[in-house]
């Protein structure tokens, strides 16, 4: 006799057919800290900066048929950015975090900012209201972070920043439109 021959005279047993129920357990996803919404803000004051910087450039440097209403625009607009590179330090600061030291220092906090690369109007133009779109979307996901870390303040604030980055954007728009 075999082995499996010594199986063969044995009933073959059943085997019951029994439901399993499977519980996902929620994955624990990690809240944002005060330091990660303080290094956001810092970026985005980077950011703000070199808005700052280049709507000023363009305002000196261009040049066409609506120079002036542009040239006027723009004052207002690097006015503006100056106020809000202000506004985002002093929150950073009063999370008791500092901001870089220098211009580098500064310039390295947020490196993927888009510069013009053309003296041509709507080349500039379009360039700045790009970056206007981005610094606007970025504040509006860094206003979530404010709301989770408990925040009110900088909340606040980083919504009037949104309204403020897409109006800008829409009046360029409507002027590289005529």
């Not at 504040?139 to 979530?144: E, G, H, P, Y």
Request: hydrophobic letters at 40%; aromatic letters at 12%.
């Amino acid at each position: 006799m075999t082995y499996s021959e010594t199986f063969a005279d044995r009933p073959i047993p059943v085997v019951e057919q029994v439901e399993t129920i499977v519980t996902e357990v929620p994955e624990m996803v990690a809240r944002p800290t005060v330091e990660e919404l303080s290094s956001q803000l810092v970026g985005l004051a980077s950011y703000t900066n070199q808005l700052y910087t280049q709507s000023h450039l363009i305002h000196l440097n261009i040049e066409g048929p609506i120079f002036l209403p542009i040239h006027e625009y723009l004052k207002g607009q690097y006015e503006l950015h100056i106020e809000q590179f202000d506004a985002l330090s002093e929150f950073v600061r009063t999370l008791d975090f500092f901001m870089p030291m220098c211009a580098r220092g500064l310039q390295q906090a947020y490196k993927s900012f888009k510069h013009v690369k053309s003296y041509e109007m709507r080349d500039m133009l379009t360039t700045y209201l790009n970056n206007l779109e981005k610094a606007g979307m970025m504040a509006k996901d860094m206003q979530k972070v404010a709301k989770e870390v408990d925040a009110p303040d900088i909340e606040n604030y980083l919504a009037e920043y949104v309204g403020a980055s897409f109006k800008a954007a829409w009046f360029l728009k409507a002027t590289l439109r005529g």
